[in-house]
C-alpha cells in the first residue's frame, strides 16, 4: 500500500539513514519515522540540557542532526552537541 505523510510544519533538521529512517526534531524531542511509516520518540523529553538515553536526554531547540557510521545520531542545540 503507498501512503503518503501530510507533514505541514517548519524543518530545521533532518536526517536520514540506510534503513530509509527518518530523524527531525519535534520541539524537544526527536522523532524517527520509519518507512512504514511509524513514528517514535528517539530521545528527548523536557527542555533543557542532558545527556542521557533515549527520554532522558533533554534538548532545547535542536538546530541540526547526524548519524555516524554506527548509527548514533548527533544533535546540535543551540550551543552544544549531544550524542
Avoid: C, W
Wanted: no cysteine; hydrophobic share 35%; aromatic share 6%.
Amino acid at each position: 500500500m503507498n501512503q503518503k505523510l501530510n507533514i505541514s510544519f517548519m524543518l530545521n533538521a533532518l536526517t536520514g539513514n540506510q534503513h530509509g529512517n527518518i530523524y527531525l526534531p519535534d520541539g524537544n524531542r526527536i522523532r524517527k519515522i520509519t518507512p512504514q511509516p511509524l513514528v517514535s520518540t528517539l530521545a528527548g523529553s523536557a527542555s533543557g540540557y542532558e545527556d542521557g538515553e533515549a527520554i532522558s536526554a533533554k534538548f532545547f531547540s535542536p538546530t541540526g542532526l547526524g548519524i555516524d557510521k554506527r548509527g548514533n545520531v548527533d544533535v546540535a542545540n543551540k550551543l552544544r552537541i549531544d550524542r
